[in-house]
């Protein structure tokens, strides 16, 4: 089975940065997505960026875009999501999701994730 863990996360002045860590196993095909998001008490999940295992990123977030960025290891188990310039409104629990098999990350996440991670608490003060 698919097994998400995320780290990372933690309390963060505003202007700092955080670099969350996703390791991914359990996946019996070669083609799968990972991908980060957010969630903030009653609030929908919010799509942040995703990887393939093709090593193609897509981008859900245009509004953070510029101060978050995925990226992944070599062996592409390992996904980051480097978060710079953050303020109290970045607060939220942050999940990596996965979907496998698919060669590519859709526009459809993160309502059709197959496998979640427990999240990280990312909590910035002013």
């Known amino acids: 089975e698919v097994q998400l863990v995320e780290s990372g996360g933690g309390l963060v002045q505003a202007g700092g940065s955080l670099r969350l860590s996703c390791v991914a196993s359990?996946?019996?095909?070669?083609?799968?997505?990972i991908g980060w998001f957010r969630q903030v008490p009653g609030k929908e999940r919010e799509g942040i960026s995703c990887i393939s295992s093709r090593n193609v990123t897509t981008i859900y977030s245009t509004s953070l875009k510029n101060r978050f960025t995925i990226s992944t290891d070599n062996t592409m188990k390992i996904v980051y999501l480097q978060m710079n310039s953050l303020n109290p409104e970045d607060k939220a629990t942050y999940y990596c999701?996965?979907?496998?098999?698919?060669?590519?990350?859709?526009?459809?996440?993160?309502?059709?994730?197959?496998?979640w991670g427990k999240g990280t608490l990312v909590t910035v003060s002013s």
């Open positions: 359990g996946f019996t095909s070669d083609d799968y997505a």
């Open positions: 999701g996965a979907d496998s098999p698919i060669a590519y990350c859709t526009a459809a996440y993160p309502p059709v994730m197959d496998y």
